[in-house]
């Protein structure tokens, strides 16, 4: 927490908006953490810029960001968001900030985002930027007018529309759209606590794209025994952070980097055959009944 915020004090922003989830009941050593954090930001907030929200009890990891969201906006129009496991570089900041208002007005465009993964040789653009499918959430920004899209109860699909939209988004891949409605499923099913495949299942629904810089430009350290999902190093980090030129950003053309798509699924997401039945095996579910249930739009 204390390298994101001194990241931040770096950038200087004109208000910085601080949240802090409640502490899990009988855990001691998760309340003596969120004592520590509460009191950096209590004394942070003496200063005029900086608002904080301070939950007494616990409501998880997907309630506890998506409200804290919603509380952000409810005073901002647009913004960057940061998880307290990521340090910023300044570029960051200087790219967030011009990508912001060069997409403002394109609504195809549902959020920037600062991280990235994908090796140069699975990129296809020529650019510093690139656009995906993929909301990245590892340091990013969006507006309010976008976000007032975002639901955390995802809506019941009765009729299996949702099916073939995500057969569309997915381009036509059957394993990927087997593993986006398997997710979406956990989701309604309380079986994942997350806020951010929410985000993913509105950038399918409404077929909007992100902006991604082509370099890395946020370190993530939230992985290990402590983490909420990520226990173990991903393998896809990459190793260190640059920058980019934030000038003569291209617009929005309709079309996605494919290839660094590709590369995503199946690095990061792991949405490939190989993956699907491994995350099966893992979670003891059974493959062939979630295909039936998802052609039938059962949810």
């Known amino acids: 927490m204390l390298r994101s915020l001194e990241a931040i004090d770096k950038a200087d922003p004109p208000r910085v908006y601080i949240a802090i989830d409640g502490p899990k009941s009988n855990d001691a050593k998760d309340r003596k953490q969120v004592v520590a954090c509460v009191k950096i930001a209590r004394e942070r907030s003496s200063a005029s810029n900086v608002s904080t929200l301070i939950r007494d009890s616990n409501l998880g990891c997907g309630v506890a960001i998506s409200s804290a969201i919603d509380w952000f906006f409810q005073a901002e129009a647009q913004g960057i968001i940061l998880e307290d496991d990521l340090v910023p570089t300044e570029n960051f900041f200087e790219f967030v900030d011009e990508a ?29 930027i690139r656009f995906s499918r993929f909301p990245q959430i590892w340091g990013w920004a969006t507006w309010r007018d976008r976000w007032q899209s975002y639901r955390y109860e995802l809506p019941s699909d009765s009729t299996g529309d949702e ?44 077929g909007s794209v992100s902006v991604v810089p082509n370099i890395n430009l946020v370190e993530n350290h939230g992985w290990g025994a402590s983490a909420t999902h990520t226990r173990a190093k991903p393998r896809f980090l990459p190793h260190g952070t640059g920058s980019i030129a934030v000038k003569d950003m291209p617009s929005f053309n309709g079309k996605t980097d494919v290839v660094a798509d590709r590369w995503m699924s199946a690095e990061v997401f792991r949405s490939t055959s190989v993956g699907l039945i491994r995350r099966t095996r893992d979670s003891g579910s059974r493959l062939l009944p979630s295909i039936r249930r998802s052609a039938c739009g059962e949810f």
């Open 163 to 206: 099916f073939f939209r995500v057969l569309r988004w997915c381009n036509y891949s059957a394993v990927q759209t087997l593993y986006w409605q398997r997710q979406f499923r956990r989701v309604r099913d309380r079986d994942l606590d997350t806020w951010d495949y929410q985000l993913t299942h509105l950038a399918m629904w409404q």
């Open 100 to 128: 912001l208002e060069i997409y403002r007005r394109d609504v195809r465009v549902l959020s920037i985002g600062g991280f990235n993964a994908v090796p140069p040789k699975s990129i296809s653009s020529s650019d510093d």
